[in-house]
């Protein structure tokens, strides 16, 4: 069955400064994975999603991550945060023709 | 642009009162789903369903059922509230099938039992 770890659950981090966001799943098959962000009282969106090809990938906000199938990662990252990243990220993974899993979810903490 | 409707933000319920929380989605998804939220414990599915009437239990369907009568609509049913179902409920639609598809979610239900 595939799983999926998010290994901080809280991430403070400067504004301005680079932040990474890790995800590490775990599958025999080859996956689909996500990573969705949730703003304070409201409900999960897209950030970003790697189906196949490119192994990095770019979302929304400039945000990005990278699928690393030897270490079954797949961080996200932003060069340069802002007050507004203020949120909650879920990283998840679905094979084909399977439900999607959510990690526990990382609050990321902006400070000033 | 697209979107899934919770009919309630916020809802406060006394043990043992039957609850209904409402979602309807503008996008003609197939599928649909009722996950519930708890610090810590991330999203846990509760029930999908992949078709009008159709219907498969989640990780934790134990006190809740649901209804689908129409491809829009999905509601969420807990028979007598307890006040461990106190939590964020986010309903959420998405095409069929599973491929990499994006699934989209509803603001979220704060329901608290007391």
């Known amino acids: 069955a595939q799983s999926v770890t998010q290994l901080d659950s809280q991430v403070p981090v400067f504004e301005e400064a680079p932040v990474e966001l890790r995800c590490n799943y775990s599958?025999?098959?080859?996956?689909?994975l996500f990573w969705y962000v949730q703003y304070p009282n409201q409900g999960l969106q897209l950030l970003l999603k790697?189906?196949?090809?490119?192994?990095l990938v770019k979302g929304i906000n400039g945000f990005e991550a990278e699928f690393n199938k030897s270490q079954t990662s797949f961080h996200l990252r932003k060069p340069s945060v802002h007050i507004s990243d203020t949120a909650e990220y879920f990283c998840a993974v679905s094979k084909w023709d399977d439900k999607i899993i959510f990690g526990k979810g990382t609050r990321l903490h902006i400070l000033p | 642009d697209v979107k899934v409707t919770q009919s309630s933000r916020y809802l406060v319920k006394r043990t043992g009162e039957k609850v209904f929380l409402e979602c309807v989605q503008d996008?003609?998804?197939?599928?649909m789903f009722w996950y519930r939220q708890d610090p810590g414990l991330g999203l846990r599915l509760i029930y999908f369903s992949y078709d009008v009437k159709m219907k498969e239990k989640g990780d934790i369907p134990e006190g809740y059922s649901v209804s689908r009568e129409k491809k829009e609509r999905f509601s969420l049913i807990l028979e007598s509230a307890s006040t461990n179902q106190t939590s964020m409920y986010l309903c959420a639609s998405s095409p069929p099938g599973y491929s990499g598809n994006t699934i989209y979610f509803g603001e979220g239900s704060w329901l608290t039992v007391v």
């Open positions: 996008m003609d998804h197939e599928n």
């Open positions: 599958s025999s098959v080859s996956v689909y």
């Open positions: 790697y189906l196949s090809g490119s192994t």
